[in-house]
């Protein structure tokens, strides 16, 4: 069973900066695709960034130019460093895996909470 662990997030004030971190703990399947959503209370959540392991990086729009997603380079870990937060940003960060066989795997989730 695939677990995934992700750490970082915190309280910050609008304009500072967190790296998020996340790991997927099963060493014996690669996974093709590691990406971040963010959910709200009551809302589903939405995509933030992936990487892939084709060196593919992709971003949502609301995140361009501020976050940049790392890693996934064979090993099952990804970072993301956010820079610039604003209080919209808060929200639970949510780590997900894919593996070759289109099987995804989720974190629990970690806390953002940025002030203004």
């Known amino acids: 069973q695939v677990q995934i662990q992700e750490s970082g997030g915190g309280l910050v004030r609008s304009g500072e900066s967190l790296r998020l971190s996340c790991e997927a703990s099963?060493?014996?399947?690669?996974?093709?695709?590691m990406a971040w959503y963010r959910q709200w209370p009551g809302v589903q959540r939405s995509f933030v960034a992936r990487?892939?392991?084709?060196?593919?990086?992709q971003y949502a729009g609301s995140v361009e130019g501020r976050f940049t997603i790392s890693g996934n380079n064979g090993d099952n870990r990804i970072s993301l460093q956010m820079d610039n937060l604003r209080p919209e940003d808060t929200a639970v960060y949510i780590c997900e895996a894919e593996d070759y066989n289109g099987e995804s795997f989720w974190g629990r989730g970690t806390q953002v909470t940025v002030s203004s």
């Open positions: 099963d060493s014996e399947h690669v996974m093709v695709h």
């Open positions: 990487a892939s392991l084709d060196g593919r990086k």
